[in-house]
């Protein structure tokens, strides 16, 4: 069982900075990727950025240039930095592991608001 606590959500005005992390733990055999999704009210949860077991990192379009996905093995921690934050960006994020293979599954953290003022 995977278990993953976000952290570092809040209020922020628009073209500041934040910084959330996701803590990880259990058992993380078989997981080949994490990622940050997001959830504004009355919208779908949508995926913002993700890295690999390798490294390898992927964007939403919308927040490509701004945002930054990282991990630190040795903290069992995944980052999400976010530079340049519009009004668009308030949601809660979601930190999420993936297990591929045979066992497919995804685990989910309990979310973290993000709230952007103009």
């Known amino acids: 069982q995977v278990h993953l606590v976000e952290s570092g959500g809040g209020l922020v005005q628009a073209g500041g900075s934040l910084r959330l992390s996701c803590k990880h733990s259990g058992g993380m055999f078989g997981i080949n990727a994490m990622g940050w999704y997001r959830q504004a009210p009355g919208k779908q949860r949508d995926l913002v950025a993700g890295i690999t077991s390798g490294g390898s990192t992927n964007y939403a379009d919308s927040v490509k240039g701004r945002f930054t996905v990282s991990r630190d093995n040795a903290r069992s921690t995944v980052y999400l930095q976010m530079n340049s934050l519009k009004p668009e960006d308030t949601a809660v994020y979601y930190c999420?592991?993936?297990?591929?293979?045979?066992?497919?599954?995804?685990?989910w953290g309990q979310g973290t608001q993000v709230t952007v003022s103009s």
């Open positions: 999420n592991a993936h297990r591929g293979g045979p066992y497919e599954y995804d685990y």
